[in-house]
């Protein structure tokens, strides 16, 4: 039967610096790097989108008019389901 083939050996002269070790410190500062970036795309993708947010309500709330026999209005049940509502829609 065939062996299946042997791992090269690592290549001990030539280290990437991913490969290194790092502290504790160094690691947190790496996450928080990380998320920060997460969150400025986030920021960004919704300051993009809140200009489309009620052609956005619109398009999502298509299918479910659609779906009903009679024409309905859709209504906010909480206290500020309103505001919120098209910020949600543009994330």
């Known amino acids: 039967?065939?062996?299946?083939?042997?791992?090269?050996?690592?290549?001990?002269?030539?280290?990437?610096?991913?490969?290194?070790?790092?502290?504790?410190?160094?690691?947190?500062?790496?996450?928080?790097?990380?998320l920060l970036y997460c969150v400025l795309v986030l920021l960004f993708?919704?300051?993009?989108?809140?200009?489309?947010?009620?052609?956005?309500?619109?398009?999502?709330?298509m299918p479910l008019q659609q779906a009903l026999a009679q024409p309905v209005q859709l209504i906010a049940t909480g206290t500020i389901s309103p505001f919120l509502t098209p910020f949600k829609l543009s994330l």
């Open 1 to 34: 039967m065939n062996q299946p083939a042997a791992l090269p050996p690592p290549d001990s002269g030539n280290t990437a610096s991913l490969d290194k070790e790092m502290h504790l410190i160094e690691h947190l500062v790496e996450l928080r790097t990380r």
């Open 45 to 61: 993708a919704a300051l993009a989108f809140m200009p489309f947010a009620a052609q956005l309500h619109t398009w999502f709330v």
